[in-house]
């Protein structure tokens, strides 16, 4: 039977747990314990007191945890602190290969940060299999652990595996640059992999702690870390590419909104005191680049997320005759209570009050001032909450009549109403993260129509329902918001990403990286049956990625939770933009419903153009999981797919002068939704196609969904 999952994340000020039901989902408890910085087990002893006083208030037994997982800022704060280990660069190679690696010495000069440049030693290493003098100076020079790098190691590791292998045997850590990416540039697989090194023997001994005290406490569970890309990989990885658990704080929260709170088309805003972090999902993805570390790009994947300086504890700023901005300095910096959470009454009598949070900041912050002396801070919550736009069950609602008196001081300063001052400083707040989530609509090709704005964190409902309306984008607060990050950790999935220069990539070179990302994140604990490969093949630069995502145990996650036929139309007539009425279910599987609607541009240009089929797939929970414009729906048998699925490919190809480009094609099959868009070549399709298939009933139902390329 499925047990519990256990997910904690450890912030900057306290270490919050959560344990969810494996099934249903249903959050079952939260813990919140202070992080421990300062104790000599550092962060690891709060997660062991997280996890203890979770057990204890749930009344969870060791053997009830199916799984458990962690997220921790450790790594990036390391990084942004310049905290980092002595790193020796062993440089592989005579002749030109020796001149090439000699002049990564110039990483000494990148600055983690001001006055905290990267502390490196060079050797070179003429001979990998006589490598230990050169090690031998390395660890004279002070170096605590080992980067082995050899230009186009990627294409034979060898040597750099060879003196890899031999520091180990010397006593100090090791690693390749071959072991971080299978990408080509020298300059920034080695600058990955120093990163990488510099934070491992810290990484490391915190991993070895948290692990022997999950051991000590009877759990068996697999042990897993979020990755910075918005899955978890196991500890035993961890501790060879911990730089992967570098920005993964943001990383978390989009795992709970992905996963426990189903979005699958739109914008991830996760607020806290001070700021929020503003993320994508598109078609049931995290939107992920490579990372700036340092001011220089890496080879580190991690989630595309945007932060804006504004949170609920964010301070209002105003002059004598208009609001003037809101933050970035919060409520938290000035060591002020919210006056929205005030005891009914304390603010009888209160004075407006201009303050610099800090020494070298504005004087034009404002805060409250009773008659006793007391001050508190006029925030973006307390706005939201005097205007009334907070829910009722939200983490951030307060007493409206509290808030009203907080916000009416400053309205009587300025001459306006309570109404317009709280509507003026909520747009001033949530100004600037519109204008990024504009961007982030346009970047990545969301269907406007289709967007949801989902709020998370603690100050979640100060931001999302103002700016839902301000936009008039469909928005929710996430359930459970204030304990998103465990929650995403306790729910995410074992994530793997494999990245190959291949030039002009056969079909078989596609089908090698698709099935090394599948057996990693089966090495690490996936089931077998339940992993999801999404591939790209970017002919322009002749790269294969490969990411494949899965469970650590198969979840059969409680069908009562169906909703019946009406509702499903509602939901999809809602995501379409029509009438009730007007959507059809064009076919169905076992778990998954294809609608459709002919939908019209709004406007003139509606009026002269022909109306465009969109298809939303929907799950028997009623999610809307899939969409799709200008949609050709197919169903077959896999026995018949390989035929009847080569013709639809041939059908919709387009051809241009850049040559051919298959569809865009995504397969229902079973509980998956194979996403396969990210393929161009007709070939290299047809021949995933037959891996998604190959372990199917002839039998079994397909579904596909195929759009033309533009």
Same mark, same amino acid.
């Given at each position: 039977?499925?047990?519990?999952?256990?997910?904690?994340?450890?912030?900057?000020?306290?270490?919050?747990?959560?344990?969810?039901?494996?099934?249903?989902?249903?959050?079952?408890?939260?813990?919140?314990?202070?992080?421990?910085? %300062?104790?000599?087990?550092?962060?690891?002893?709060?997660?062991?007191?997280?996890?203890?006083?979770?057990?204890?208030?749930?009344?969870?037994?060791?053997?009830?945890?199916?799984?458990?997982?962690?997220?921790?800022?450790?790594?990036?704060?390391?990084?942004?602190?310049?905290?980092?280990?002595?790193?020796?660069?062993?440089?592989?190679? !005579?002749?030109?290969?020796?001149?090439?690696?000699?002049?990564?010495?110039?990483?000494?000069?990148?600055?983690?940060?001001?006055?905290?440049?990267?502390?490196?030693?060079?050797?070179?290493?003429?001979?990998?299999?006589?490598?230990?003098?050169?090690?031998?100076?390395?660890?004279?020079?002070?170096?605590?652990?080992?980067?082995?790098?050899?230009?186009?190691?990627?294409?034979?590791?060898?040597?750099?595996?060879?003196?890899?292998?031999?520091?180990?045997?010397?006593?100090?850590?090791?690693?390749?640059?071959?072991?971080?990416?299978?990408?080509?540039?020298?300059?920034?697989?080695?600058?990955?992999?120093?990163?990488?090194?510099?934070?491992?023997?810290?990484?490391?001994?915190?991993?070895?702690?948290?692990?022997?005290?999950?051991?000590?406490?009877?759990?068996?569970?697999?042990?897993?870390?979020?990755?910075?890309?918005?899955?978890?990989?196991?500890?035993?990885?961890?501790?060879?590419?911990?730089?992967?658990?570098?920005?993964?704080?943001?990383?978390?929260?989009?795992?709970?909104?992905?996963?426990?709170?189903?979005?699958?088309?739109?914008?991830?805003?996760?607020?806290?005191?001070?700021?929020?972090?503003?993320?994508?999902?598109?078609?049931?993805?995290?939107?992920?680049?490579?990372?700036?570390?340092?001011?220089?790009?890496?080879?580190?994947?991690?989630?595309?997320?945007?932060?804006?300086?504004?949170?609920?504890?964010?301070?209002?700023?105003?002059?004598?005759?208009?609001?003037?901005?809101?933050?970035?300095?919060?409520?938290?910096?000035?060591?002020?209570?919210?006056?929205?959470?005030?005891?009914?009454?304390?603010?009888?009598?209160?004075?407006?009050?201009?303050?610099?949070?800090?020494?070298?900041?504005?004087?034009?912050?404002?805060?409250?001032?009773?008659?006793?002396?007391?001050?508190?801070?006029?925030?973006?919550?307390?706005?939201?909450?005097?205007?009334?736009?907070?829910?009722?069950?939200?983490?951030?609602?307060?007493? !409206?009549?509290?808030?009203?008196?907080?916000?009416?001081?400053?309205?009587?300063?300025?001459?306006?109403?309570?109404?317009?001052?709280?509507?003026?400083?909520?747009?001033?707040?949530?100004?600037?993260?519109?204008?990024?989530?504009?961007?982030?609509?346009?970047?990545?090709?969301?269907?406007?129509?289709?967007? !949801?704005?989902?709020?998370?964190?603690?100050?979640?409902?100060?931001? !999302?329902?103002?700016?839902?309306?301000?936009?008039?984008?469909?928005?929710?607060?996430?359930?459970?918001?204030?304990?998103?990050?465990?929650?995403?950790?306790?729910?995410?999935?074992?994530?793997?990403?494999?990245?190959?220069?291949?030039?002009?990539?056969?079909?078989?070179?596609?089908?090698?990286?698709?099935?090394?990302?599948?057996?990693?994140?089966?090495?690490?604990?996936?089931?077998?049956?339940?992993?999801?490969?999404?591939?790209?093949?970017?002919?322009?630069?002749?790269?294969?990625?490969?990411?494949?995502?899965?469970?650590?145990?198969?979840?059969?996650?409680?069908?009562?939770?169906?909703?019946?036929?009406?509702?499903?139309?509602?939901?999809?007539?809602?995501?379409?933009?029509?009438?009730?009425?007007?959507?059809?279910?064009?076919?169905?599987?076992?778990?998954?419903?294809?609608?459709?609607?002919?939908?019209?541009?709004? *406007?003139?240009?509606?009026?002269?153009?022909?109306?465009?089929?969109?298809?939303?797939?929907?799950?028997?929970? *009623?999610?809307?999981?899939?969409?799709?414009?200008?949609?050709?729906?197919?169903?077959?048998?896999?026995?018949?797919?390989?035929?009847?699925?080569?013709?639809?490919?041939?059908?919709?190809?387009?051809?241009?002068?850049?040559?051919?480009?298959?569809?865009?094609?995504?397969?229902?099959?079973?509980?998956?939704?194979?996403?396969?868009?990210?393929?161009? %070549?007709?070939?290299?399709?047809?021949?995933?196609?037959?891996?998604?298939?190959?372990?199917?009933?002839?039998?079994?139902?397909?579904?596909?969904?195929?759009?033309?390329?533009?």
């Amino acid at each position: 039977m499925p047990g519990i999952r256990i997910g904690i994340d450890v912030g900057g000020t306290f270490t919050d747990a959560v344990a969810v039901d494996a099934t249903t989902f249903e959050l079952l408890g939260k813990v919140k314990v202070p992080t421990s910085h %300062d104790h000599a087990d550092g962060v690891a002893h709060g997660i062991l007191a997280a996890l203890e006083k979770l057990r204890a208030e749930t009344g969870v037994g060791a053997e009830d945890v199916s799984f458990l997982a962690h997220g921790t800022t450790q790594a990036t704060n390391a990084l942004l602190e310049g905290d980092v280990a002595v790193v020796g660069i062993a440089g592989v190679g !005579t002749g030109f290969d020796a001149w090439a690696t000699g002049r990564l010495r110039s990483l000494r000069k990148l600055e983690l940060a001001p006055g905290r440049p990267l502390p490196i030693r060079y050797a070179a290493v003429r001979d990998p299999a006589d490598c230990d003098r050169a090690l031998a100076g390395l660890r004279d020079a002070g170096a605590e652990v080992v980067v082995a790098v050899e230009p186009f190691s990627v294409d034979d590791p060898a040597g750099e595996r060879a003196v890899v292998d031999r520091s180990r045997s010397l006593g100090l850590p090791a690693t390749a640059t071959s072991d971080i990416t299978g990408l080509y540039g020298l300059a920034k697989r080695a600058r990955t992999a120093v990163l990488n090194a510099g934070i491992m023997p810290r990484m490391v001994e915190t991993a070895d702690l948290v692990d022997r005290s999950v051991a000590a406490a009877g759990i068996t569970a697999p042990l897993m870390v979020m990755r910075g890309d918005g899955g978890v990989m196991s500890v035993a990885e961890m501790r060879k590419r911990p730089l992967l658990t570098a920005l993964s704080g943001p990383a978390a929260g989009v795992a709970g909104a992905l996963m426990g709170d189903r979005l699958s088309e739109g914008v991830f805003l996760e607020t806290g005191g001070t700021s929020t972090d503003i993320s994508v999902v598109r078609r049931g993805k995290v939107q992920v680049r490579h990372a700036r570390l340092g001011g220089r790009e890496t080879y580190l994947p991690a989630l595309d997320v945007r932060t804006v300086g504004v949170g609920g504890g964010s301070l209002v700023r105003a002059s004598r005759h208009e609001v003037v901005d809101v933050g970035p300095r919060s409520a938290h910096i000035a060591g002020l209570p919210y006056a929205c959470f005030a005891a009914p009454g304390a603010l009888d009598g209160a004075v407006l009050v201009h303050l610099s949070p800090r020494p070298d900041d504005p004087a034009d912050y404002v805060a409250l001032e009773a008659p006793d002396g007391r001050r508190f801070a006029l925030t973006t919550t307390c706005a939201a909450n005097a205007l009334d736009v907070v829910p009722a069950d939200s983490y951030a609602k307060a007493d !409206t009549g509290v808030a009203r008196a907080a916000v009416e001081v400053l309205a009587e300063a300025l001459g306006s109403s309570v109404e317009e001052t709280a509507r003026i400083v909520l747009r001033k707040a949530v100004g600037p993260v519109l204008a990024v989530v504009d961007e982030l609509v346009e970047a990545y090709g969301l269907d406007r129509g289709a967007v !949801t704005l989902v709020g998370g964190g603690g100050g979640a409902a100060a931001v !999302t329902p103002f700016l839902g309306a301000e936009s008039s984008l469909d928005w929710r607060i996430a359930a459970h918001s204030e304990v998103i990050s465990p929650l995403g950790a306790a729910l995410a999935l074992v994530r793997e990403s494999v990245e190959r220069i291949v030039p002009n990539p056969s079909h078989a070179d596609v089908l090698a990286v698709r099935a090394e990302a599948e057996a990693a994140v089966v090495a690490q604990g996936a089931d077998p049956a339940g992993v999801d490969v999404d591939v790209t093949v970017d002919p322009q630069r002749n790269l294969i990625r490969a990411v494949a995502t899965g469970a650590t145990e198969l979840r059969a996650k409680d069908r009562g939770g169906e909703v019946s036929e009406d509702d499903v139309r509602a939901a999809v007539a809602r995501s379409l933009g029509v009438a009730p009425g007007e959507p059809e279910e064009i076919t169905a599987t076992a778990h998954h419903a294809v609608w459709g609607a002919l939908v019209r541009r709004p *406007g003139l240009l509606g009026r002269l153009v022909k109306p465009v089929r969109r298809v939303r797939v929907v799950d028997r929970e *009623g999610v809307v999981r899939l969409h799709g414009t200008g949609a050709h729906v197919a169903s077959t048998t896999v026995g018949a797919a390989g035929q009847v699925l080569a013709a639809l490919v041939d059908e919709h190809t387009s051809h241009g002068d850049g040559g051919s480009r298959a569809p865009a094609l995504t397969l229902l099959v079973g509980p998956k939704i194979a996403d396969l868009s990210g393929v161009l %070549d007709r070939d290299q399709l047809v021949a995933l196609i037959g891996a998604e298939l190959s372990s199917r009933t002839p039998e079994e139902p397909v579904v596909a969904i195929v759009e033309e390329r533009r």
